[in-house]
């Protein structure tokens, strides 16, 4: 299966909504998601999120599933170094880097900055076990830092590893139904990379610091099926905005403190 998290448009957040750039990006953003197949939708509940999702959803005749830990991961913290108020990311250099309990998968949030916000630790709980509830549906389940396939009807699997060996044939040749679901996810950036750390076994903190997720951007997350259908999931896409460029949007600039690449 893949999953597929797409980042709100550009938002106006004292109205929770778009701007009108932002519209003219989920516009472009339906454009190109109209041919999908898509096996299931889920949406954060902030407007922007959902703004986002309708022109989609009205394209494809669809509806999305609404759950609250797909809303933006914003449990608020005071910046260590400016002693401002704000999300738990975009942290100075000076002060993320020097903390390796902040790099760590199982202790960063147990971290000085974070220990004493005890909700940014159960909102970390609530997104795993949210993620988690998903791929159990498709037949995925946690097993230590990966997940184990079994199809949800109990099928005998075509991939699975003991019968290929038997014809001589590789895994990643054999395909069957699951390997086309497509699940898509309408969120935020930073939750998306919360849901990503977890599925990598990182920690989110390097993900929100390191990477770059424009308004709409498209996240894809591929689970590859391997021995005995043990499966880990693989990033082949992570922010793309091809649709706003063909569609001659500019990538806007609410998603990071560098110059975005326009071309």
Known sequence: ????????????????????????????????????????????????????????????????????????????????LTKEPHCPWDLMPQYFTADPQLYDREEWVHAALYRDTPELAARWEEVKAGLDGILKGY?????GLYYQFEEPDGSVL???????????????????????????????FGVTCVCLAYLLGISPVVLWQGT?????????????????NASFFRVQALGDCSHLLAAGVPLSGYASFAQLFQK
């Open 139 to 143: 037949g995925y389940t946690r097993t």
């Open 212 to 228: 770059c997720i424009p308004t709409t951007g498209v996240t894809i997350v591929n689970a590859e099926k391997r021995l005995h």
């Open 1 to 80: 299966m893949r999953l597929i998290f797409i980042r709100h448009g550009e938002p106006d957040y004292k109205t929770d909504t778009l701007t009108e750039n932002g519209k003219k990006e989920a516009a472009a953003l339906a454009a190109r998601t109209r041919s999908w197949d898509v096996d299931a939708f889920y949406c954060s509940p902030l407007g922007r999120a959902r703004q986002t999702a309708q022109p989609t959803l009205d394209a494809l005749h669809a509806t999305a599933t609404v759950y609250p830990w797909l809303q933006e991961f914003y449990v608020p913290i005071v910046d260590p």
């Open 158 to 188: 075509p991939a699975e590893v003991g019968d290929l060996q038997l014809h001589g044939t590789k895994n990643y040749e054999v395909r069957d139904a699951d390997d086309e679901k497509t699940v898509v996810l309408f969120c935020h």
